[in-house]
């Protein structure tokens, strides 16, 4: 059960070969056994989760067994980012000043998940406030790479990696502000999917920078990703920005790459990449090759100014989000207030973590008067350059191939007090969130270290089904995606 594919694990229960309570069941019993040295889930709401995704096997397999449609993943367990709203399951986003909350509803994906007759079984840990590249500055600790656990997962969704990666879950919801889908599937060997902006509703979604936020799925394969987007995509009404009219369908045939043509910047190639990263890609990229698509390098625009706008945008908006905070709705107040002004200052000095509040006074910083246009206005207009930018660019190309990241993961408290490097680690990715655009995830192979590589397939807004295809041949064609750690690579 546990080397299954989540298609294959729903097709078995489907066929009556294994109950869902009893999958449920290997999955929470594994997760008990392993997660000791992963930090992948979150000790706060484990047991209430479980709980609860018990209580829902029991009813998906009364659905089952009477008749009823559901969907390809029916009866397979998920595991869902802490960030992700989940009623009557502790969701914290991995902070204290979320301690003891307890949302009254439902997030959008999970509305569709429970529709679909998917099981949470666990709320996954996470970089604070999904800020952060490593899942280090956890008020709950640090999630470890399963490949060697001295190391990071990759963030902010590394618990949702991690948890594939370790096989305690089959599936996974993380959520991708500037790379935090895909930066821990390339640390951590797994494949994920990047959605379009508007693609997947936000409703429920606790919020670090709103124009760049997007849920999307991590699991083993292409075509597991595939099915679970194809569930959690569609409109909302509740959510002003999810403009797709419809569900993605990904079961069309796959129809190959010949005369696909897809863009390598070779500026990418250059400076700061590891050896082993670069040669790992560019022979993916002679894979695409072999299979019919045509290969052209480019230099990609705006490198030089892709950070400096991506953080000051995001750190802009998580310093309003994050506004809310007070010590007075709800999550964490100080003890130690006497006034209503030390209870505000207090009680968000004591409830975020170090890295949240450096992005919430950077925040503050450009939108403060005197700074908005020097700082903020100037970045808003390079994400426009951005957003064109890649616009011109899918006129040539039906997509475009790059790292990343340009490392492997790297030790644990090896990089987390110098900020400066742990952002430009988001050099590859940042764009396509600038730009909402998608991009998928995929292993391709291991440096001498034995640490997994990856690289990304970006697309124009809503190509989804370019992406998948181009995936599933590569998938088809290599087999880095079905290493597992331990296994002999």
Not at 320 to 335: A, C, F, M, T, V
Not at 421 to 442: C, E, F, H, Q
């Amino acid at each position: 059960m546990l080397n299954m594919s989540a298609l294959e694990l729903s097709s078995a229960i489907k066929d009556k070969k294994v109950s869902v309570a009893e999958t449920v069941s290997v999955y929470i019993d594994l997760i008990e056994k392993t997660d000791s040295k992963f930090n992948a889930f979150l000790p706060v709401s484990k047991e209430k989760a479980f709980s609860c995704a018990l209580i829902r096997a029991k009813e998906i397999q009364s659905k089952l067994d009477s008749g009823e449609t559901l969907s390809p993943l029916a009866g397979v367990p998920v595991a869902v980012k802490d960030n992700i709203s989940t009623e009557e399951i502790e969701t914290t986003c991995a902070s204290k000043m979320l301690g003891g909350y307890i949302p009254v509803y439902n997030a959008a994906v999970i509305e569709k998940l429970e529709q679909a007759g998917m099981i949470v079984i666990g709320k996954t840990n996470m970089d604070e406030f999904a800020m952060g590249g490593s899942s280090e500055t956890s008020a709950f600790g640090s999630v470890h790479n399963p490949w060697d656990t001295s190391r990071v997962a990759g963030g902010s969704s590394g618990g949702s990696a991690s948890a594939i990666t370790s096989g305690e879950a089959p599936l996974s919801l993380g959520s991708d502000t500037g790379g935090s889908i895909r930066q821990p599937c390339a640390f951590c060997g797994v494949t994920g999917i990047k959605p379009t902006y508007g693609a997947v509703s936000r409703y429920g979604l606790i919020a670090y920078a709103s124009s760049l936020d997007q849920i999307g799925p991590i699991g083993q394969n292409i075509d597991d990703c595939a099915a679970l987007l194809s569930i959690i995509s569609g409109p909302d009404d509740r959510d002003s920005t999810c403009v797709i009219n419809k569900p993605f369908t990904f079961n069309e045939p796959n129809t190959g790459l010949e005369g696909v043509r897809i863009g390598l910047p070779s500026n990418y190639f250059k400076d700061g990449i590891e050896e082993d990263v670069k040669l790992a890609v560019l022979v993916a990229a002679k894979e695409f090759e072999t299979a019919g698509a045509q290969i052209e390098e480019f230099d990609m625009p705006l490198m030089d100014y892709l950070i400096p706008a991506y953080y000051i945008i995001a750190c802009a908006e998580a310093s309003s989000n994050l506004s809310r905070y007070d010590g007075l709705k709800y999550g964490y107040r100080s003890n130690n207030a006497k006034t209503l002004s030390e209870l505000y200052r207090l009680s968000r000095n004591e409830g975020f973590g170090m890295e949240v509040k450096r992005r919430i006074m950077i925040g503050s910083f450009v939108l403060s008067s005197g700074y908005y246009d020097a700082y903020y206005k100037k970045a808003l207009q390079t994400r426009a350059l951005v957003k064109d930018a890649y616009s011109r660019l899918f006129t040539s190309y039906d997509m475009i191939l790059s790292p990343v990241a340009p490392t492997t993961a790297y030790k644990l408290n090896e990089n987390v007090d110098d900020p400066i490097k742990m952002y430009m680690g988001d050099i590859y990715t940042v764009s396509i969130n600038l730009a909402g655009v998608p991009a998928a995830a995929l292993p391709c192979g291991f440096d001498k270290q034995g640490l997994p590589i990856g690289f990304q397939l970006i697309g124009d807004a809503f190509s989804e089904g370019k992406l998948v295809n181009a995936a599933r041949v590569y998938q088809s064609r290599t087999d880095h995606h079905t290493k597992k750690p331990g296994a002999k690579k």
